[in-house]
């Protein structure tokens, strides 16, 4: 099911975390932040809204990351439904895809659950006091990638909180799957 993601809450607090990456280490909010803000992207490997954008999300971390914006991504859908978002798949597709950003598994979803995460691809972008300046999507692309030439909203977006320490007012929402809960 396709949901979008709410409102941005300007000024919220990113939430702490400590989690395994597929690098092996154990990452924690400190350790991801950068010197001008932070990205945290909740993502999966078998969502086609993420498969649709991967690429354009790996260019666009790695240029925010030459304007001092670190980025993070999290999985933290039910494995056990969804064999292909696995830990092992995981790893896969962080060395696959060149990530040059961490690949994190929240396997008891509170780290999703704390950041009010609804899909994927799911978009929080920080300042450098780790505050909420943008919740917004990547681009125009939905299932299938929008034409090369749309504009770029996550990258001016966070592009702007790297310079101004603020996020743009209006903000178009991030559109993906559900993340898939684990049944109670």
């Known amino acids: 099911m396709a949901l979008e993601t709410p409102v941005c809450e300007f000024g919220l607090p990113a939430v702490d975390f400590s989690l395994p990456g597929t690098d092996g280490k154990i990452w924690t909010l400190e350790d991801c932040r950068g010197e001008n803000g932070l990205l945290v992207m909740f993502i999966c490997n078998h969502c086609p809204y993420v498969k649709a954008v991967i690429d354009r999300l790996v260019r666009d971390t790695n240029e925010l990351k030459a304007l ?28 696959q895809q060149a990530f040059s950003f961490p690949y994190l598994y929240d396997e008891t979803q509170q780290v999703a659950q704390a950041y009010g995460a609804v899909c994927t691809p799911d978009f929080f ?35 702007q909180v790297a310079e101004t320490g603020h996020g743009p007012e209006n903000q178009i929402p991030s559109m993906g799957c559900s993340i898939k809960w684990r049944a109670a």
Do not use: C, H, T, W
């Not at 056990?80 to 978002?85: Q, S, T």
């Not at 006091?129 to 090369?148: H, P, T």
């Open 125 to 159: 972008g920080y300042n450098s006091d780790l505050q909420l300046q943008y919740r917004g999507r990547l681009d125009a692309s939905r299932k299938e990638a929008a034409a090369s030439d749309v504009r770029r909203d996550l990258f001016e977006a966070m592009k």
């Open 68 to 95: 001092g914006i670190n980025s993070v991504a999290i999985m933290s859908n039910d494995v056990n439904e969804y064999p292909e978002d696995a830990f092992d798949n995981m790893k896969q597709l962080a060395i």
